[in-house]
C-alpha cells in the first residue's frame, strides 16, 4: 500500500511569487485535505477535496486555491506570496466520504520558505 | 469561534513514568477526537482516537478518556520511554464540517533515559 507523498520536500520562493504543491493520495482514498502548520504550531485547515471539489474551506484567503484530479492527487496554489507563508504544507488523505469523520493520513509535508 | 486548547506546552518526565495531556475545545457539535505524534521533521501520526459515544479507550501504554459534558479529552502514557519523545497534537472534528479537524497548539514531551 501506497501512503501519501508530496512533492516537493523542499523549496524557497520570494515574496509575490507563485507556488504549486502535490500530493499523491493513499491507494484507495477518494479525499485530500491541506493543512498549513507554521513552526511550533498545531495544523490548520486549509481545503479539503472530494470528487475533485472543494469540500469546505479553513480561514485562508483566496490566494489559496486548489485542485483533485479524476486519480484523487491533488495540487495546492499558493498566490502572490506572503513571508507569513512560510510553514510545512501537509496533505492528508482519507478514504472518508463527503461527510464522515475518519483518521487522516499524512504526508511529509513540503516545506516553504520565502524570503 | 472554534478553538482547541492543550495543556501543558512541554512535559517532561522520567522514563517509567506517566504523562498527562489535557485538551478542552470549544464546538459542543465536535464528535471525534484523535491524537497524533509528530517526531522532528516527520509527518503526523495517529496514536489514538475516541469518538463522542465512548468515555475511554486504551491500545497498550496509551489511552484518552475524554468527558463531553465539560469538553474535555487527555492523553495518558504510562511507563514512557525515551522514543516517546515528540510533540504531541490533540483535535477535535468541526462541529459545522465534520471532515475539518481542529488542532490544538502541541506538547513537546521529553522523556529523560
Known amino acids: 500500500e501506497t501512503g501519501v507523498t508530496q512533492s516537493p520536500t523542499h523549496l524557497i520562493k520570494t515574496r509575490g511569487q507563485q507556488v504549486t504543491l502535490r500530493c499523491s493520495s493513499q491507494?484507495?482514498?477518494?479525499?485530500v485535505s491541506w493543512y498549513q502548520q507554521a513552526l511550533g504550531q498545531g495544523p490548520q485547515f486549509i481545503f479539503q477535496?472530494?470528487?475533485?471539489?472543494?469540500?469546505g474551506r479553513g480561514n485562508f484567503p483566496p490566494r489559496f486555491s486548489g485542485l483533485q484530479f479524476p486519480n484523487y492527487s491533488s495540487e495546492l496554489n499558493v498566490n502572490a506570496l506572503e513571508l507569513d507563508d512560510s510553514a510545512l504544507y501537509l496533505c492528508a488523505s482519507s478514504p472518508a466520504g463527503r461527510s464522515n469523520t475518519g483518521e487522516l493520513f499524512f504526508g511529509e509535508g513540503s516545506r516553504l520558505t520565502v524570503l | 469561534g472554534e478553538n482547541v486548547e492543550q495543556h501543558p506546552s512541554t512535559l517532561s518526565v522520567q522514563e517509567g513514568d506517566s504523562a498527562v495531556i489535557k485538551c478542552t475545545y470549544s464546538d459542543s457539535a465536535s464528535n471525534y477526537f484523535p491524537w497524533y505524534k509528530q517526531e522532528l521533521g516527520k509527518r503526523p501520526q495517529l496514536i489514538i482516537d475516541i469518538r463522542s459515544n465512548v468515555g475511554e479507550k486504551k491500545d497498550q501504554r496509551i489511552a484518552v478518556t475524554l468527558n463531553k459534558t465539560a469538553k474535555h479529552f487527555s492523553l495518558h502514557i504510562t511507563e514512557t520511554q525515551p522514543e516517546d519523545s515528540a510533540v504531541y497534537f490533540c483535535a477535535a472534528s468541526s462541529g459545522d464540517s465534520s471532515y475539518k479537524l481542529i488542532f490544538g497548539s502541541g506538547t513537546r514531551l521529553l522523556v529523560r533515559p
Open positions: 491507494s484507495g482514498h477518494n479525499t
Open positions: 477535496y472530494y470528487r475533485e471539489e472543494e469540500n
